[in-house]
């Protein structure tokens, strides 16, 4: 009798699950296990709250199925021992997970555990490509979208789904496990409220958020996307950052709808959503082949930026939206009321941290992975370091976004900021986003923490010092 562990990861799905296929096929019986590690890199409070409900929706489906989740925490190496040693197991299967340490972690993994003499196999769950697999002519990687985006075209994607075995052999007797409740993933003091209105994580979760974006939001992406005040996007950053949903589906879903419906407009939504889902992609290749990004900037003239050092009272204004610039403000309690920010905010709070308060954009970037349900390594260090000028594809250091400008453009009416500042619920349209300059300032509600002229030429200063 052969037995595997399928050892869950940033994977928590049944349907178009390698891993899990891989194990049926070839043992008979299988043992899912997720294990909480100490010792791998700190998750933030958001992320916690999102692996705790999803943990608990993978184990309801396994459980529909015959199977249960065993949760255990310690060492991975140790914790898989343990259950090798008390399940009998002959073979193990994982689907890989593209962080530098992750990466570290697994090949020790691999080759003590296959010292041990037993089977280890991994698969691609996450990506659509892997990171290898789109290169340059030369072998290099890319460190430029459109090129890329080119390149994985012409590759293709598998679209090829599969779906959920519809039962599954029990677990062995005799295996002892952690309880949900023993890993402590949500929060001690519930600030978690907001989290649980507007989020359903787990797999089932993560099919409607799907379905309703293709049927609702897809036929406008294109223009929606950049307004924080509709509901433009797919919201399923945390869904694919916890393996909820396969990339491949997101695809294939998308282009079962076009061909129903042979719209070219609904194409060109389409074409410009898929476009976002490979930057997902590219994102990912660029933290496999410059793994010291995640602190480091990939321009190395950045290094010598002169960022403030004197920041702390900024930086606490800035996570607690009170800075006084309503669209970062609206964007920073957003995120700490629901754990998301609108893609447009994102880069309008992180330019404001960045340039305006020359705070650095590592700091911008913790406080990201702290509160941010789809917190993602690789989409994190891409993001801030597109923003802050220092990463790939970058946009120009010199386009500092204005606040007002993009506040007046992207929510046109005021509608979002009103929604999380409600200091400016009274305050006309005209000078929602300027409210310093409206005929009576809003009380209750700051003045600017900076001159947004002033700063940016400052920021345009510290830039030219560093560009030679
Ligand atoms: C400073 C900054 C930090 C960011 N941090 C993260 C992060 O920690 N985790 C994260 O998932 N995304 C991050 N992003 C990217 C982006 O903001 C989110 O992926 C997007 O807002 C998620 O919303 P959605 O699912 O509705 O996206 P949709 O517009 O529906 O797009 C579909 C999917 O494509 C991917 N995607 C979309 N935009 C981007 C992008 N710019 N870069 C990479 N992938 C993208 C996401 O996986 C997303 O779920 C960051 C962006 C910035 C500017």
């Not at 090829?160 to 003091?189: E, I, K, M």
């Not at 993001?383 to 400008?405: E, K, L």
Request: glycine fraction near 6%; hydrophobic fraction near 45%; charge should be neutral.
């Amino acid at each position: 009798m052969s037995t595997a562990l399928i050892w869950f990861r940033r994977d928590l799905r049944l349907a178009d699950n390698p891993a899990l296929l891989a194990a049926l096929a070839r043992c008979d019986r299988i043992i899912p296990l997720y294990i909480d590690m100490p010792d791998a890199g700190a998750d933030g409070a958001a992320s916690r709250w999102w692996l705790h409900h999803s943990l608990a929706a993978l184990d309801a489906a396994l459980r529909r199925r015959g199977s249960a989740l065993l949760l255990r925490r310690g060492p991975a190496l140790e914790v898989l021992r343990e259950c090798i040693g008390a399940g009998a197991v002959t073979h193990l299967f994982w689907n890989r997970v593209h962080e530098p340490e992750a990466i570290a972690r697994d090949s020790g993994i691999k080759q003590a555990l296959r010292a041990d003499g037993i089977n280890v196999e991994s698969s691609n769950a996450t990506l659509l490509n892997e990171p290898w697999q789109v290169l340059k002519a030369d072998g290099m990687p890319y460190r430029v979208f459109t090129p890329y985006w080119n390149a994985a075209q012409k590759r293709g994607f598998d679209l090829a789904l599969t779906t959920a075995p519809g039962t599954l052999p029990p677990l062995p007797p005799h295996l002892h496990g952690d309880t949900l409740a023993a890993l402590q993933l949500l929060p001690r003091v519930r600030w978690d409220e907001g989290l649980s209105t507007h989020w359903q994580p787990g797999e089932n979760g993560a099919r409607a958020r799907l379905d309703d974006f293709i049927d609702t939001a897809l036929a406008a992406y294109a223009s929606d996307r950049d307004r924080p005040d509709h509901a433009g996007t797919s919201c399923l950053s945390p869904h694919l950052h916890f393996g909820e949903i396969s990339p491949r589906r997101l695809l294939a879903a998308v282009e079962q709808h076009t061909a129903a419906h042979r719209d070219a407009g609904l194409l060109q939504n389409a074409e410009s959503w898929r476009r976002q889902v490979i930057w997902r992609e590219f994102a990912h290749q660029l933290l496999h082949h410059f793994p010291h990004t995640a602190t480091q900037p990939l321009d190395a003239r950045f290094e010598r930026f002169p960022w403030r050092r004197d920041y702390q009272e900024d930086l606490i204004a800035w996570q607690f939206g009170d800075t006084g610039i309503p669209i970062v403000d609206a964007g920073m309690r957003e995120l700490w009321h629901t754990g998301w920010m609108h893609n447009r905010v994102r880069m309008i709070a992180a330019s404001f941290l960045t340039k305006n308060l020359l705070i650095p954009w590592q700091e911008g970037a913790a406080w990201f992975n702290d509160t941010l349900v789809d917190a993602d390594l690789a989409n994190n260090t891409m993001g801030w370091q597109w923003v802050a000028g220092c990463g790939a594809d970058a946009a120009p250091y010199f386009r500092i976004f204005n606040p007002v400008t993009q506040g007046e453009k992207f929510d046109p009416r005021g509608d979002y900021v009103r929604r999380w500042v409600p200091e400016l619920s009274s305050v006309a349209d005209s000078h929602v986003h300027q409210p310093w300059n409206a005929p009576q300032a809003p009380a209750h509600y700051p003045p600017p923490r900076v001159d947004l002229k002033a700063s940016r030429e400052q920021a345009l200063a510290a830039y030219a010092g560093i560009r030679s």
